[in-house]
């Protein structure tokens, strides 16, 4: 079946190559030509210009814009915390020891002397709560190296302090409560017309609380300025409390340089996600992250998030992401055995270049999980690729419209043409068939004029002629008669017994006689008369 | 010109079938690859926070990624806060902060959002059907105006008698005084005076140095229960009813052991006091429960671990019983078409109750569907973890089948008014009190407190 199919194939193509396609359907194969140049030419155009790759590049604009973003607006934000932090401490450690000196103590009375802590804590309330509100900070602490009570069991890791939250430091002037009590005395809290927060204890669990220790440590250690002192806690939930949260700390030193305690702000995971929120109208789980540096990876478990997501519950084990540069163009972080994610990430300097902490990495990096990117890079190419199919069924289309409607007048008209009805009133308002009947019209005419004239050059030589045989002499009659039978002059001369040079003589007289130059004419105007069916004699 | 056509129609349809791969994709009115989020405000922080945001979390994960929404907690406040930022968002005040799409609030707050045409009808997500699952006072109250519903239930809560068990139960061993004591407010009267003598006893000081016994959170919720049991209206014309004989009664009960020291006068929350065991009763929300930690710290820092009772709300003898309904529900700010009904979705799948009694169990808020009020609650019971919690629900069975639920008027003037009176009430217990103490080294203290209440006249009328 199909080998007959391929033989009629066959022959129809030889019958096309024999007789050539036809105007309609090479006007469309021109046409389609046009429409592929085209669009091949506007995909070389997407090629150089790099549209293809648009999507990736418009990716990695959004990306470093973000990037560039959360970096100034996390940088600043520390920066000012650092500042203020250390500030704080300053102010702080010459007020207490003053107080003290009033007491006639000094700050290494305080864990022998409990009974002084709270008048000495009561007495920085407004201070604490001043820089509080000015650092725009979630929450600000003081803990000083004593407990109230040494006797109780746990005294070791319970110190004494002041810890107040405030839930909204966004909001400019708050009649509201939004400044809590989270740790210290309650005496404090009445006084001042806060209530307790609803995870407040009396003194601050430093059993295990680097934020705490390490500061402290480092400030014995060292002698240097408060401002190469201070030391950010990476990302954690204090002891009784909800909440992840990281704590500048810097140590409370007095004159002497004797350190009794630290003091600090605190940024909470709520601000620091209101604070640097990435644009995710692109992409929704876009997240920035402040994370520790550990080796080749961030540290997801002492992080800080922020983004529409919530990006907490997608670091599951709390794996660091190590990061491995991704083609062109991202940076790819995997988490072992967890998801993967594509961004970028900058260093960010969260200490002078001379503080006791500056080994301490931390980085900043915005982010997404790696399907979202493919995904959108995939939808976008895919709607590229309709887009061109469009492009190329719309082309056919309009080819084959196009094609049709411009052959079917000419059609029309070789039909006009070849009916042979070639009036005035048949114009195809092609102007080149129009051109063309015009001139097939006119030489039409000319012929059947020529035709007619002819005729009528005929009709008169015919009529001269019968009109000139009467003056055949009867000798030249009866040789004239014998030409009309087809006799040869010699034939003649042979028949009528003479001689041949007299025939010729009477033949030059018939010829000047009935006006022919030559027997040939002389035949030709017999033959016509005869065809004319016009009788001579 | 047949062929014309269907070469037209041909090219039309091709150009529709690309607009609709490139445009338009996903099912009626959510994506679930191009999710839309949806920033909430919520007033359940600190211990309250981790039931939050597990929840949270979890719709993310399942109802959301299914239908593409994605939730995002903006804020964690007190409530009071939230009204200020809500009021602040809705007069567009200089620094106000953006509106969330939805949010927790009181009727006193959603109040002043409807009436500027703020808030969504979150009754057109659901059907009859799905509506008629939940309690009907809750519905009721959370319809401010006609039909449309503004607030829809999610957390209610009553008052109820939190009593701190372990030091209770010493002193009702060495007295006679039993939990049936705390019944009615007269018996709670009484109670504290005799723990005021116990707890002088107790630490062998000088005889008026004993502790209060108890604190109610709010006078003015008090004083409209108290009237509401012995029959009254305490809110008439949206003004104070101080004429009424019952007045007397609540002010016998509070003066006498105010100025004493029986009865605490302050300014912040019970539970603030039940903390450093300054007082051991406290009437307060059923949603506060998580604020009655289960150590008590003393002044010396010394910590002692104790159990709580929850005991339903006390009578005025004589009176009915009946209880404060209160609690907020959750508002949809009005926004698109599609962050309402994301939101429809996140607040029916919050309230299914599964869902619900997880919150519930974690929290201290009430059930809000009959289903989950009922049968399920019994059995669920035994399954929470936090044993002030498991007396709690069991209290507030009791109460759902024993009491009368009272809902307060909605006015704008109700805050000022309530504001008003219990400054004005422990303005006066206070001063009084401040002259007892002076009279107290000059005489006993029956005498003192005659002389005190004699000067002081019966306390009439306030804020109008």
């Excluded at chain 1, 079917?408 to 009947?437: C, N, Q, R, Y």
């Excluded at chain 2, 009593?163 to 060495?174: E, G, L, P, S």
């Excluded at chain 2, 105010?258 to 302050?266: D, E, N």
Aim: aromatic share 10%; hydrophobic share 40%; proline share 4%.
């Amino acid at each position: 079946m199909t080998v007959n199919k391929l033989e009629i194939i066959k022959q129809e193509l030889k019958k096309t190559s024999a007789l050539g396609l036809s105007m309609r359907l090479k006007l469309f194969l021109f046409l389609m030509v046009l429409v592929v140049v085209m669009v091949l030419g506007v995909i070389v155009v997407f090629l150089l210009t790099g549209t293809f790759t648009a999507g990736l590049g418009m990716n990695e604009k959004l990306f470093s814009d973000n990037l560039n973003h959360a970096f100034r607006s996390i940088s600043k934000q520390y920066g000012q915390l650092s500042a203020q932090a250390v500030e704080f401490a300053g102010d702080l450690s010459i007020s207490m020891e003053n107080t003290l000196r009033e007491k006639g103590r000094t700050v290494t009375d305080l864990q022998d002397h409990p009974e002084i802590l709270e008048d000495l804590l009561t007495g920085e309330y407004q201070r604490a709560l001043f820089s509080l509100q000015r650092a725009k900070s979630s929450g600000v602490f003081i803990i000083l190296d004593a407990t109230v009570n040494p006797k109780l069991e746990n005294a070791a890791d319970s110190r004494a302090g002041l810890f107040i939250k405030n839930m909204e430091p966004n909001i400019l002037s708050a009649s509201s409560p939004t400044i809590l009590l989270l740790r210290g005395f309650p005496g404090i809290g009445r006084k001042n017309h806060i209530s307790m927060h609803a995870q407040w204890s009396m003194e601050f669990d430093t059993s295990s609380a680097p934020y705490y220790r390490i500061p402290m440590l480092e400030a014995t250690r060292q002698k240097l300025s408060l401002s190469r002192l201070y030391y950010w806690n990476p990302a954690a939930t204090l002891p009784g409390t909800s909440e992840e949260v990281m704590l500048c700390s810097v140590s409370l030193l007095d004159s002497k340089g004797n350190v009794f305690g630290i003091c600090g702000f605190e940024v909470s995971a709520m601000l620091f996600k209101l604070a640097h929120m990435p644009d995710s109208s692109t992409y929704t789980r876009l997240f920035c992250m402040l994370a520790p540096v550990s080796g080749n990876g961030l540290d997801t478990s002492g992080a800080m998030f922020s983004g529409g997501y919530s990006a907490r519950s997608i670091f599951l084990q709390e794996q660091p992401l190590t990061i491995e540069k991704h083609r062109r163009f991202f940076f790819r972080y995997t988490e072992e055995g967890g998801n993967t994610y594509l961004g970028f990430h900058l260093p960010v300097e969260m200490y002078p270049r001379d503080s006791a902490f500056y080994d301490q990495k931390w980085a900043v990096a915005l982010m997404a999980p790696a399907e979202d990117i493919k995904n959108s890079l995939a939808g976008f190419n895919f709607r590229l690729a309709v887009l061109f199919a469009v492009l190329m069924g719309l082309g056919i289309v309009i080819s084959v419209f196009l094609s049709r409607l411009y052959i079917k007048p000419i059609i029309e008209g070789l039909d006009k043409i070849k009916s042979e009805v070639l009036d005035d009133a048949s114009k195809t308002k092609i102007p080149e068939i129009d051109e063309l009947i015009e001139f097939l019209s006119a030489r039409l005419h000319e012929k059947s004029s020529r035709e007619s004239q002819e005729k009528d050059l005929s009709s008169t030589m015919l009529n001269d002629f019968i009109k000139n045989l009467p003056t055949l002499s009867p000798a030249e009659r009866a040789v004239f008669n014998l030409y009309v039978r087809q006799h040869t002059a010699k034939e003649i001369a042979g028949i009528l017994c003479l001689s041949i040079n007299t025939i010729k003589t009477h033949t030059k007289r018939i010829y000047s006689k009935l006006n022919v130059s030559s027997r040939a004419e002389l035949l030709l105007l017999i033959n016509m008369l005869k065809e004319a069916g016009r009788e001579f004699k | 010109m047949k062929t014309r056509i269907i070469i037209f129609g041909f090219g039309i349809s091709l150009f529709l079938f690309a607009g609709l791969l490139t445009g338009c994709q996903g099912d009626n009115v959510l994506d679930p690859k191009k999710p839309v989020v949806i920033t909430i405000w919520h007033n359940y922080g600190g211990p309250m926070k981790y039931t939050m945001d597990e929840l949270i979390d979890e719709f993310n994960e399942t109802v959301g990624a299914e239908k593409g929404i994605i939730l995002s907690i903006t804020s964690i406040s007190g409530s009071a806060t939230l009204h200020e930022k809500l009021v602040m968002a809705a007069n567009r005040d200089p620094g106000a902060p953006e509106f969330p799409d939805i949010t927790t609030a009181y009727p006193k707050t959603a109040i002043i959002l409807a009436q500027k045409d703020l808030l969504g009808d979150i009754g057109e997500q659901f059907t009859d059907e799905e509506l008629s699952a939940y309690v009907p006072q809750f519905l009721a109250e959370g319809r401010l105006f006609d039909e449309e519903l503004y607030i829809f239930p999610t957390a209610k809560s009553t008052e109820v008698l939190f009593v701190n068990k372990t030091v209770f139960d010493r002193f009702a061993y060495d007295t006679n005084i039993g939990y049936e004591d705390l019944q009615t407010f007269e018996g709670i009267a009484k109670t504290a005076a005799e723990y005021y003598e116990w707890t002088s006893r107790q630490t062998g000081g000088p005889a008026n140095m004993g502790s209060m016994f108890f604190m109610a959170d709010s006078l003015f919720n008090l004083t409209m229960i108290a009237y509401r049991q012995l029959g009254e209206d305490f809110l008439k014309d949206n003004r104070l009813n101080l004429s009424s004989p019952v007045f007397s009664r609540i002010w016998e009960f509070f003066y006498e052991p105010a100025v004493r020291g029986h009865l605490a006068v302050f300014d912040g929350y019970a539970a603030d006091l039940m903390k450093t065991g300054d007082i051991i009763c406290a009437l307060g929300s059923t949603a506060g429960v998580l604020f009655y930690p289960s150590t008590v710290t003393s002044v010396s820092n010394i910590t002692e671990q104790v159990e709580y009772a929850v005991l339903p709300c006390p009578v005025f003898e004589g009176g009915k019983k009946v209880a404060l309904q209160r609690g907020c529900g959750m508002c949809v700010i009005k926004s698109t078409k599609e962050k309402e009904y994301a939101a429809g979705i996140f607040l029916k799948w919050f309230t299914e109750p599964e869902q619900n009694l997880r919150f519930i169990s974690s929290t201290g808020y009430l059930p809000v569907t009959k289903e989950a009020f009922g049968e399920i609650m019994v059995k669920e019971m035994g399954n929470v973890s936090d044993p002030s919690i498991q007396k709690l629900l069991g209290t507030a069975i009791e109460m759902h089948q024993e009491y009368d639920f009272f809902l307060p008027p909605v006015f704008d003037e109700f805050d000022d008014l309530q504001k008003q009176y219990e400054k004005e009430l422990k303005a006066v217990a206070l001063e009084s009190r401040k002259e007892y103490g002076e009279l107290l080294e000059h005489m006993d203290a029956d005498t003192a407190f005659e002389q005190v209440k004699e000067k002081r006249g019966l306390f009439l009328g306030t804020g109008d």
